[in-house]
């Protein structure tokens, strides 16, 4: 089942603009993970946020977490051209049984105008 | 370091043949591993993971099968493909838990049954 519901679907911004994109999830979490796939490849881990966690940055990335509204947004500044690619947030459920599974939303595609 | 390897990139097979997709992983010993499937523009579906060799878990009911023979070599199946069964298939792997440690996936498979 999908938990994460990114939105926007898509979205389209000029190169050195700031982008946006949130994540929400319906069930308590442990952690949150967030992943870029270019088009046609596998996804790449970009950062993960605990529960207990606010705000974590890598890069130019900024991710922020807020669990009383069970929602999370990652930030991507100054863009450029190769940040051209769909991001995904994927989320444990913490009363699973099994830690052995992610459960993913469908996406946003990002779209960076030279 | 740790690499995962998948083949082939692309496949095109008609209905009603056998399919099998390898997965390899190095640098790595005992490691969780994972099938998934995408639809064009969704989010991921796990179809199997597997915490050993000869361990298999299957998360959804269909024609596929998956096997561990050796530690890091995980293989997807299926006796006769269905129209249905084109996606794209990628394989991952994880240390212990992925909601902790994320996965890293492998470049995918293109399928297209005909």
């Known amino acids: 089942s999908q938990q994460g519901e990114e939105d926007p679907q898509a979205l389209s911004i000029q190169e050195g603009e700031n982008a946006t994109m949130n994540c929400s999830y319906k069930?308590?979490?442990?952690?949150l993970q967030w992943y870029r796939q270019n088009s046609g490849r596998g996804l790449v881990h970009l950062i993960l946020?605990?529960?207990n966690e606010r705000e974590k940055h890598s890069g130019r990335l900024r991710v922020t977490l807020d669990t009383s509204k069970k929602s999370s947004s990652l930030l991507i500044t100054a863009s450029r051209a190769a940040d051209t690619a769909s991001y995904f947030c994927?989320?444990?459920?913490?009363?699973?049984?099994?830690?052995?599974?992610?459960?993913w939303g469908a996406g946003t595609k990002l779209i960076i105008k030279p | 370091s740790q690499t995962i390897h998948q083949w082939p990139a692309t496949l095109v097979q008609p209905v009603g043949s056998p399919l099998s997709l390898e997965c390899t992983v190095e640098g790595t010993s005992n490691p969780n591993l994972y099938w998934y499937r995408q639809a064009a523009g969704r989010g991921l579906q796990l179809l199997f993971y597997?915490?050993?060799?000869?361990?298999i878990s299957s998360e959804v009911p269909q024609n596929l099968s998956a096997s561990r023979p050796q530690d890091r070599q995980f293989i997807l199946s299926s006796k006769k493909l269905l129209l249905s069964d084109s996606g794209f298939y990628l394989c991952a792997w994880s240390a212990m838990s992925a909601a902790i440690y994320g996965y890293t996936f492998g470049s995918g498979t293109r399928l297209t049954v005909v």
């Open positions: 069930t308590s979490i442990n952690n």
């Open positions: 994927a989320t444990d459920a913490s009363q699973s049984p099994s830690n052995y599974q992610l459960i």
């Open positions: 597997s915490v050993g060799i000869g361990q």
């Open positions: 946020i605990r529960s």
